[in-house]
């Protein structure tokens, strides 16, 4: 459903990533995104695959898990103070759980396909199991720099850095 | 162990303010020399520039603990207390920032 063509994508002044070739980002797959620190994984999250994601908001739900998370939870527990104040979300996990119960209730309502990014968390087992119990489609697409907790990804896709300016972006394994 | 007067570092949190690295630095009272150190430290750690000016939400996540690592240890804080550091390293980032903090004359603790 969501394409990229291959090119230089500038993310930041300074800085950009250059796609070796098409990458498609399909539910019912999951895709590791691995390289070094600085090496562009998050700038591609933020300033590539987030915004084109909102370009096609009408036919799918996102959602998207910050590595630094802090801030990210001090919203959800806002946002389940104000919608379900019978609930009291102390931890992180809590607030994902929260955000995963929402999702899978819009679901219901409507459904649609499910993109699910999930940058450094130390929950993404958490994540993935729920995804797994509740059944719904959808793409998964995260990054994690320890021994990846998850079965083998459907994709994997590096980030090399070519100079200070510009890293290489390409799916291994093909 | 009392450690209410060590300076605690959470990676969660890794930076306080959030637009250019002078507003941070300021918050760890780092004189010129000690920014030197920081900016070699950094470039080394991870092979960016830093300046005063950078802007802060630019840099990535493991770099922005990165950062606050090298901020406290460069800062006068003689007792430093990090958390979750380790998470949001790659291997490489993790053995070199280990050895930085194994090789640093300051009481630190690693949770």
Known sequence: ?174 | MDKSDFLVCDASVPLVTCDILRDELLLYNLDSQAFDALTNQFNLLSQKELTKSTKITELSGGQQVILMILLALNSPAPKLHYLNIFRALDPQRRLEVGNLIANSPKQIIVD
């Open chain 1, 1 to 174: 459903m969501l394409h990229i063509s291959s090119g230089e994508l500038t993310c930041w002044p300074g800085f950009s990533l250059k796609l070796e070739s098409e990458l498609s980002f399909l539910p019912g797959n999951s895709y590791h995104l691995v390289g070094n620190n600085g090496s562009g994984k998050s700038s591609f999250i933020t300033q590539i695959l987030l915004p084109l994601l909102q370009k096609h908001e009408a036919n799918l739900y996102r959602i998207y898990v910050q590595q630094l998370f802090h801030i990210q939870g001090f919203a959800i527990k806002a946002h389940a103070a104000i919608n379900k104040p019978e609930l009291k979300l102390r931890s992180e996990q809590d607030c994902l759980i929260y955000l995963l119960h929402n999702l899978s209730e819009a679901i219901v309502r409507q459904a649609r396909p499910v993109y699910l990014i999930v940058d450094e968390s130390l929950y993404l087992p958490v994540i993935y199991d729920y995804l797994k119990q509740f059944g719904f489609p959808h793409c998964l697409i995260y990054s994690h720099h320890g021994a990846n907790p998850l079965p083998t990804p459907d994709h994997t896709i590096a980030f090399k850095p070519l100079s200070a300016n510009v890293s290489s972006v390409y799916e291994t394994g093909l």
